[in-house]
């Protein structure tokens, strides 16, 4: 939970009276530094309370409504032919038969319009019918989590658009006017220079624009570690400062000095730099990044410029206390620490030194600094660190720096002066970028090397790394870059024995929330089972990707022994190449086996299997293998599993989405089992995610579960789990969760029994506290 801001306030007052009060050296600063920390904390923490205070009502949930307002934001094409966009929202057209009642209601609402083609926006204020719902995503110990991206970016509610019109009654103000400015400057270079092949390269570094970026270009970037140089950062703020003081510099040397003191020069070249760093900010869309490093770039500036005899650290300090101050939230990106990490590294690198050093010998320090001090960052936040960054951010910082920003910004400032020029100029602008874009790709398809380390070998590698820029000795800095060389060469090569899995002394079944699907986890000592793999959507989304690698990574899952595919249905065999691709598998178990089959990269490197009747152990887990002899339909040929721990005698069912038909079949197997004694406690996935195909009632009256999941979407189409089948559960007195309210489950043994584990329980306050939308989540 958010604790209230009046805590924070009693703590500051507090700190600050025990600062003022008591003269001693050590507890002084101490005190000050604690009143600091308070106020910061208690000023976080208000601009939370407003954020959360903004609720879209159940009762509007999956119900057409109207709004009104202006975009504010750049509209994208996104998937399936739609048109996606930020709405600020200026009035709630209330229902005569749904008031709105006394709740404050989002502002601000990101929406996607769905259409034959991808649709028009008819104006810049507009009136929506919208259908919406509250702020959703899956939820697990690691990977993306969307519902943190919407609460960062203030979006309170999510929806589809149905209808849209002008609305000439929509007020215009000051940020208004802005987003419909900068929402032309883009439409402007975007028809100026459209014959440009590079357009969507153009459009990211003028005017910060991303949308015309393809996957294509996403997967070069992100495999040459230079996704930075497309989002207007410090870089190309700093460039522009660079520029707009030289030339400033120049007409200020033309005055006599008789008119301007040394005093006034330096206050009109600050003045002239914050001016072109604003203007290019705000021309760029003065995103969150933006805002950061105009920040960064001004402090930074003020600090160089009026010749300030201080601490590099206090111009860093003063800038991202600037940061929290405009923006509490900015720590959620991660972003925020990538940013201030590399000026700190920068900072390590080149301060205190008494020598200036070559161009040459800085370029090197500075990546070689950055690559080595940003990865454990990088590691923390789930992302690698490619090997074939250090080299592309070698040769293309240089070239974005001196080449591609000046061309492209004086070439926009010579197209608005002189219109004609624009088709010389757009291929000017190709060759430039293109050169950028051949050098890019070329290492993104080259046979680079990877590089795997271990988080401890990571933080060594960086502290070793920052020693060595720093120790003044040439001879210690040379055996410093052997060890440094030593260790990459060690460590390059992706095609490694996979690693043991991490030991656990009980039992373990984790039901990921992959929304629409299905995947879970089950383990025992260092063996390892996976059912099911989530759905995937080429080139969209990818369960696998998203959650499944990022949690096999936090839980010591280096190797899959037995890989169960239940059957060949996108939303449970998701993204299957890019699993093995990897982590280790041993074997591949399917009900659906031809259909999986044709998923692998050929050869698969591992035995295929159809699921058969058998029985196999998992530590002291004993694995029972079943499936229909007669399927008619996919779902039908499903894999079932049943999973025993007799110590305990609890028992898990996970019937993939066997029809009604199938689950007679199922239970006349269960009728001739051998076994003596019956379950003390059984836990049963829902069939099908709780379709009324499935969960029959003769299915949950012989089965009577302790505990049954519904792995489904929230709010999702087909409208699992359906209340039919609900009802026939909750008759059976089963106790009932749902990874669309839960989260992600996760189910133990311990000597008291099964504990289920919900991870909306340990969630972030905008996600799981009082009031948000997975509390009020309710199984109907």
Not at 157 to 182: I, K, N, W
Not at 214 to 232: E, F, M, P, R, Y
Not at 672 to 692: C, F, I, K, W
């Amino acid at each position: 939970m958010l604790p209230p801001p009046e805590w924070f306030l009693a703590g500051f007052i507090t700190a600050f009276c025990i600062a003022v009060a008591v003269g001693r050296a050590f507890v002084r600063p101490v005190a000050g530094v604690l009143a600091a920390l308070m106020l910061g904390l208690g000023w976080s923490a208000w601009q939370a309370e407003g954020r959360l205070a903004e609720v879209l009502p159940g009762h509007l949930e999956g119900h057409k409504v109207a709004v009104s307002g202006y975009v504010c934001d750049i509209p994208s094409a996104g998937h399936f032919r739609s048109l996606r966009f930020s709405l600020c929202v200026t009035r709630w057209h209330p229902l005569a038969d749904e008031p709105f009642g006394a709740v404050q209601l989002p502002g601000k609402l990101r929406l996607a319009w769905y259409g034959k083609q991808p649709p028009v926006l008819p104006a810049h204020r507009l009136r929506l019918e919208v259908v919406l719902k509250r702020p959703h995503g899956t939820l697990n110990d690691a990977g993306f989590r969307y519902e943190d991206s919407l609460f960062r970016n203030g979006f309170r509610a999510t929806g589809t658009v149905r209808s849209a019109g002008f609305d000439p009654d929509v007020e215009c103000g000051l940020h208004c006017q802005y987003r419909r400015s900068h929402l032309a400057v883009t439409r402007w270079v975007t028809t100026t220079f459209t014959e440009a092949r590079q357009l969507p390269l153009v459009n990211s570094l003028l005017v910060g624009d991303r949308g015309l970026l393809t996957d294509s270009h996403w997967q070069v970037l992100k495999a040459t570690g230079t996704v930075h140089l497309v989002a207007i950062s410090g870089l190309h703020l700093s460039l522009v400062a660079l520029a707009a003081g030289l030339i400033a510099r120049r007409l200020l040397a033309l005055a006599p000095v008789s008119w301007l003191g040394e005093r006034r020069q330096r206050q009109l070249l600050f003045v002239a730099v914050a001016v072109a760093c604003l203007v290019y900010a705000l021309m760029a869309g003065f995103t969150v990044p933006t805002r950061r490093a105009l920040l960064m770039v001004l402090v930074g500036g003020w600090a160089l410029l009026m010749a300030r005899q201080s601490s590099p650290w206090h111009a860093i300090a003063v800038a991202m206390a600037g940061v929290l101050m405009l923006d509490p939230f900015a720590p959620l990106d991660p972003g925020f620490w990538l940013s201030f990490g590399a000026v700190a590294v920068l900072i390590l690198a080149f301060s205190g030194q008494l020598e200036r050093p070559g161009w040459l010998r800085s370029l090197l320090v500075a990546q070689l600094a950055i690559f080595a001090g940003l990865w454990p960052v990088l590691q923390w936040f789930g992302q690698g660190q490619p090997l074939a960054g250090m080299v592309a951010n070698l040769l293309a910082i240089p070239w974005v720096s001196l080449v591609v920003m000046p061309v492209l910004i004086a070439g926009a400032l010579v197209t608005m002066l002189v219109p004609a020029l624009s088709g010389p100029i757009a291929t000017l602008f190709d060759w430039v970028l293109g050169a950028l874009w051949q050098l890019l790709s070329g290492l993104a398809q080259g046979s680079m090397p990877s590089l795997a380390a271990t988080p401890a070998e990571v933080a060594l590698l960086a502290v070793l790394v920052l020693i060595l820029v720093r120790v003044p000795a040439p001879g210690a800095r040379v055996l410093g870059a052997l060890a440094v060389v030593a260790w990459l060469v060690s460590h390059l090569g992706a095609a490694k024995p996979a690693r043991a899995n991490a030991f656990i002394e009980q039992p373990e079944i984790r039901i990921f929330d992959v929304g629409q699907g299905l995947s879970l986890l089950v383990r025992h000592h260092d063996q390892v089972l996976v059912y099911d793999l989530g759905p995937a959507v080429p080139g969209v989304f990818s369960a696998v990707e998203s959650t499944l690698l990022p949690n096999f990574q936090a839980l010591g899952v280096n190797r899959i022994q037995t890989l169960v595919i239940s059957h060949g249905d996108s939303d449970h065999a998701g993204d299957l190449a890019a699993l093995v691709r990897s982590v280790a598998v041993d074997r591949l178990v399917s009900g659906e086996l031809p259909e999986v089959r044709s998923q692998l990269p050929e050869p698969a490197g591992f035995p295929l299997q159809a699921c058969r009747e058998s029985v196999e152990p998992l530590g002291e887990l004993r694995i029972s293998y079943w499936r229909s002899d007669r399927p008619e339909t996919a779902n039908d040929a499903s894999c079932v599993l049943r999973i025993e721990h007799p110590p305990t005698r609890t028992e898990w069912i996970l019937p993939g989405d066997i029809t009604a038909r199938v689950e007679a079949e199922y239970l006349a197997f269960l009728a001739e089992d051998p076994l003596p004694e019956a379950p003390q406690t059984r836990v049963l996935l829902a069939p099908h995610h709780g379709s009324r195909t499935s969960s029959s009632a003769r299915w949950v009256a012989a089965l009577k579960p302790d505990v049954v999941v519904y792995s489904a979407g929230y709010r999702h189409r087909f409208g699992h789990p359906h209340p039919l089948v609900t009802a026939r559960y909750r008759a059976a007195k089963a106790r009932a969760f749902s990874t669309a309210c839960s989260g992600m489950l996760t189910l133990t043994v311990a000597d008291e029994g099964l504990v289920v584990a919900e991870q909306r329980t340990g969630s972030p306050f905008w996600i799981g506290s009082p009031g948000q939308g997975r509390e009020r989540c309710r199984i109907p």
